[in-house]
Structure formats: C-alpha cells, structure tokens
C-alpha cells in the first residue's frame, strides 16, 4: 500500500544528518515519546483523528522500496521495525498552542532526540503557530552510532496535521528511498532542514 501525503521537507534534513552525527550521542532509547495527550490538546479547534499501524504485509511493502533502492534483502528485512501515521483535521483554522508544542519538544529533547525544522517555512504566524508557507515540519531523529533507530515528522498546517512515526535501522541516505510511500514525505528539493533553535 502507498499513502502519498502533500510533499513535505522530511528527507531534506538528509542533507543536515552528516552535521547531526558529530553532535555527541548518548545511550537513549529509541522509544518514541508518548506525547498523544499534547496532540490532543495542541490546537484550538475540535479533531477529526485517524490513525493506523502498518501490519506485517505493509512493512514486507516498505521493505521492497529499501531494496528496489538497492539495500540488500537480509538488511532491508531488518530495517523497519514499524510504521504508524496519526491524521488530525479540523472544520475551522486552528490555532496551536506554543506552550504544548514546547512540551512535546521538551519530551523528545529528555530522550535524546535530535531536533530538525524546516528552515525555508518562514517566520510563524504569533497566533495560529503555523509558518507563513502555510505548514510548518518538525523532524525529530534518534541515533545509535551513525544509524537512525527512530525518526518522527509532525507537520502542522491550518487544517490538518500529520504525526509519522518510524522505528528503525537506517542509514540517513536511506531515507531518500522511503520518501513519498508508506506516509513519509517526499522529498522537497529546495527544502532546508536545520537544527532547531536552541538544540532542542
């Protein structure tokens, strides 16, 4: 199964993943953050959510597009431990709320995660949160060694945002092969991902 979304500046930050891995690296888990309830509470406006977990015969999919990109089978086997997308749109412009996002920011900072954001967004609107270029792209990386083991995109715009969670064992040039299918973003060529302010 293929989900294309709206083509975000996910598999950009590949670029930015060579000055990550000189960033120190602790023994974190790669569990993703439960951050559910701050998702639930990040807007202003009332949720239609959908969500869903790839099965078995999904990630096989996932898979094949590591290997038609030239992994070798035993490690594409290996490389996708599961797949979950979260889909939350709203009937009205929704503003979000700067004080949950910095609690989701917070949460993943507290487990090591690396912190990316899409430089070319502009500057945030001070009341709806969202970037002038109407969607704005969190990119959060977890590292073992130079090997991603977990990545997560949040993306919001007025009407709808997306949560991809990813757990994985990938090297960063492998996440140009998974770009556009399985809900994570294609790859925007004049995107530019950058370490969030701060290094949060």
């Given at each position: 199964?293929?989900?294309?979304?709206?083509?975000?500046?996910?598999?950009?930050?590949?670029?930015?993943?060579?000055?990550?891995?000189?960033?120190?690296q602790g023994l974190f888990s790669q569990a993703h953050p439960d951050i559910s309830h701050s998702l639930d509470n990040l807007t202003d406006q009332p949720a239609t959510h959908f969500g869903f977990v790839f099965?078995?015969?999904?990630?096989?999919?996932?898979?094949?597009?590591?290997?038609?990109?030239?992994?070798?089978?035993?490690?594409?086997?290996?490389?996708?431990?599961?797949?979950?997308?979260?889909?939350?749109?709203?009937?009205?412009?929704?503003?979000?709320?700067?004080?949950?996002?910095?609690?989701?920011?917070?949460?993943?900072?507290?487990?090591?995660?690396?912190?990316?954001?899409?430089?070319?967004?502009?500057?945030?609107?001070?009341?709806?949160?969202?970037?002038?270029?109407?969607?704005?792209?969190?990119?959060?990386?977890?590292?073992?060694?130079?090997?991603?083991?977990?990545?997560?995109?949040?993306?919001?715009?007025?009407?709808?945002?997306?949560?991809?969670?990813?757990?994985?064992?990938?090297?960063?040039?492998?996440?140009?092969?998974?770009?556009?299918?399985?809900?994570?973003?294609?790859?925007?060529?004049?995107?530019?991902?950058?370490?969030?302010?701060?290094?949060?």
């Amino acid at each position: 199964m293929r989900l294309f979304l709206r083509a975000l500046p996910v598999a950009a930050a590949i670029a930015v993943a060579g000055v990550i891995l000189i960033l120190p690296q602790g023994l974190f888990s790669q569990a993703h953050p439960d951050i559910s309830h701050s998702l639930d509470n990040l807007t202003d406006q009332p949720a239609t959510h959908f969500g869903f977990v790839f099965d078995r015969s999904m990630l096989r999919a996932a898979r094949s597009v590591l290997e038609s990109g030239g992994m070798s089978p035993d490690r594409a086997a290996a490389a996708l431990t599961s797949i979950s997308l979260d889909n939350y749109r709203y009937q009205l412009p929704a503003a979000y709320s700067p004080g949950t996002m910095n609690s989701i920011v917070a949460a993943y900072h507290s487990g090591g995660w690396k912190h990316l954001v899409d430089a070319h967004g502009g500057a945030l609107d001070p009341y709806t949160g969202v970037a002038e270029k109407g969607a704005t792209t969190d990119l959060w990386l977890h590292f073992t060694g130079s090997d991603i083991d977990g990545l997560t995109v949040l993306t919001r715009a007025a009407r709808n945002m997306t949560l991809v969670q990813v757990a994985c064992d990938l090297r960063p040039l492998d996440l140009i092969h998974l770009s556009g299918h399985f809900g994570i973003p294609k790859v925007d060529p004049n995107a530019v991902m950058v370490p969030a302010p701060d290094n949060r």
